[in-house]
């Protein structure tokens, strides 16, 4: 971001050459009380549908800003169409990987109840706007698709035939080799063809029971793979699991 533009928001409005946009609530405070701008200041918009927009602030009042549309900055960008799903943690661990996953590209970000899910209950409005946040800090284009918490049983049921299910399974296979052993993420690489729809799915603290391991892996469209030898914390095994499949199907390439 240039030094001479002090804020970049998000924005559901369409963004055109001369658009006015009134900025009120948290955006209007945070450009008023936070970062203390005024009239002829500039700053960043996007909404996740037309790039990136410069934007001159015309007045301000009690936490809110008038604005103008000036010109566009950046066309939109291509973004990778992976869905991270994931078992609900500790408060402050998913404000965490709810972050990390929004910097590295994800489309979606859906919490799973599981059987060891630690939380039965959450604000979808919490994570879209800390997804907002990430997203407006890390100068990405689009914000992540928050939907409201699923059953693992329910997702399954409805998972669509055109998207890969990656799952992170590192509990390996069992003493009767019920479960096979998931392959590394570079030979899933390999063998999938590109570019897929991709989904990535961790676990709750517990892992996942028996039954929900052999619910998964009877879905036709489920990858088993193992992220390693260590036992991760599911929010490290999310941003490690995110950061492999960019590197081999994503866009690091």
Known sequence: ?????????????????????????????????????????????????????????????????????????????????????????????????????????????????TARTNLDRLKEDKIRRHAIEAAEQCERFTVPIVPPMIKLQSLLDDWPEDRLLMFCDEEGSDDQNTFPVGRAIDEVAAWQERPRKWAILIGPEGGFTPDERRLIRSNANVVPVTLGPRILRADTAAVAAIALWQSYAGDWQ
């Open 1 to 113: 971001m240039s030094n001479n533009i002090k804020a970049r928001l998000y924005v559901a409005h369409d963004l055109t050459t001369g658009g006015q946009i009134l900025l009120e609530g948290n955006q209007g405070h945070y450009l008023v009380n936070v970062m203390r701008l005024k009239a002829t200041d500039h700053i960043l918009l996007f909404n996740g549908r037309q790039g990136e927009w410069l934007a001159e602030i015309t007045s301000t009042g009690k936490g809110r800003a008038a604005v103008v549309v000036e010109q566009i900055v950046m066309a939109q960008k291509p973004e990778p169409d992976l869905w991270y799903l994931f078992a609900p943690i500790k408060k402050a661990r998913i404000d965490y990987m709810v972050q990390k996953a929004t910097e590295l590209g994800v489309s979606l970000i859906r919490p799973v109840l």
